[in-house]
Antibody, heavy 115, light 106 residues
Framework: QVQLKESGPGLVQPSQTLSLTCTVS????????VSWVRQPPGKGLEWMGA???????DYNSALKSRLSISRDTSKSQVFLKMNSLQTEDTAIYFC?????????WGQGVMVTVSS | DIQMTQSPPSLSASLGDKVTITCQAS??????IAWYQQKPGKAPRQLIR???TLVSGTPSRFSGSGSGRDYSFSISNVESEDIASYYC????????FGGGTKLELK
C-alpha cells in the first residue's frame, strides 16, 4: 500500500528557508518519480518540481532560483528546500508519487509565512 | 514550460446534467493528460490518466478524450457528490496544471 506523508514546520518567517520532508512507503524511489505541488489558500494547484527515478531533478521555471529537491533512498525520503520565503509562499504543500501515470498523494502540510 | 489553458473557470449544473471542461496545451502533449477532482480541505483525487483511462474507483460517468493540444473531460448525469473543483494536468514534459474549474449546483 502506497503512503506518502509530508512533514515540516507550520510557520516560517519571511526571508527564511522552508524545509519539508516527504516520507514514502510501499514504493521504491529508484523506480518512481516524486513531485512537489503547492496550493495557496483558495487558489489552484502549482507544480513546483520533481526528482525522477534516476535522481535528476526538474523545477518550475518560476521557482527554479529558490528551490532544491533531493532524496535519501535508504530512508525513502524526498526533501524540499526553498529559500527567500515571502507571504505569497503561504500554501498547502503536497508530495506526489508517479507510478506509471497513476499519482499517489500525501495529505499535504500547511505552511504559513509570517513574522 | 508547457502552459495549460483550462475553461471554463466555473460551471453551474443541475443534477443529471452533462458537463464538459476543456484544456488546451501550448504544444502537443502526446495524450499525457490527467484529470483531478478536489473537494475543500482534501488532497486532489486523480480520476483519469493518459487522456481517457479511468483510475481504479472512478465512476463510469466520468470520461476524457482528446489528442495533440486539445483535451476534454466530461461528467454525464452530474450527482451531488461531483460538486468540487476539477483540474487538468499535463505530464508529458515535467508537469503543468490547468487553472481549475469550480463546479457548482444550479
Amino acid at each position: 500500500q502506497v503512503q506518502l506523508k509530508e512533514s515540516g514546520p507550520g510557520l516560517v518567517q519571511p526571508s527564511q528557508t522552508l524545509s519539508l520532508t516527504c516520507t514514502v512507503s510501499g514504493f521504491s524511489l529508484t523506480s518512481n518519480s516524486v513531485s512537489w505541488v503547492r496550493q495557496p489558500p483558495g487558489k489552484g494547484l502549482e507544480w513546483m518540481g520533481a526528482i525522477w527515478s534516476g535522481g535528476s531533478t526538474d523545477y518550475n521555471s518560476a521557482l527554479k532560483s529558490r528551490l532544491s529537491i533531493s532524496r535519501d533512498t535508504s530512508k525513502s525520503q524526498v526533501f524540499l528546500k526553498m529559500n527567500s520565503l515571502q507571504t505569497e509562499d503561504t500554501a498547502i504543500y503536497f508530495c506526489t508519487l508517479n507510478y506509471g501515470g497513476i499519482h499517489y498523494w500525501g495529505q499535504g502540510v500547511m505552511v504559513t509565512v509570517s513574522s | 514550460d508547457i502552459q495549460m489553458t483550462q475553461s471554463p473557470p466555473s460551471l453551474s449544473a443541475s443534477l443529471g446534467d452533462k458537463v464538459t471542461i476543456t484544456c488546451q496545451a501550448s504544444q502537443n502533449i502526446n495524450k499525457f493528460i490527467a484529470w483531478y477532482q478536489q473537494k475543500p480541505g482534501k488532497a486532489p483525487r486523480q480520476l483519469i490518466r493518459y487522456t481517457s483511462t479511468l483510475v481504479s474507483g472512478t465512476p463510469s460517468r466520468f470520461s476524457g478524450s482528446g489528442s495533440g493540444r486539445d483535451y476534454s473531460f466530461s461528467i454525464s448525469n452530474v450527482e451531488s457528490e461531483d460538486i468540487a473543483s476539477y483540474y487538468c494536468l499535463q505530464y508529458d514534459k515535467m508537469w503543468t496544471f490547468g487553472g481549475g474549474t469550480k463546479l457548482e449546483l444550479k
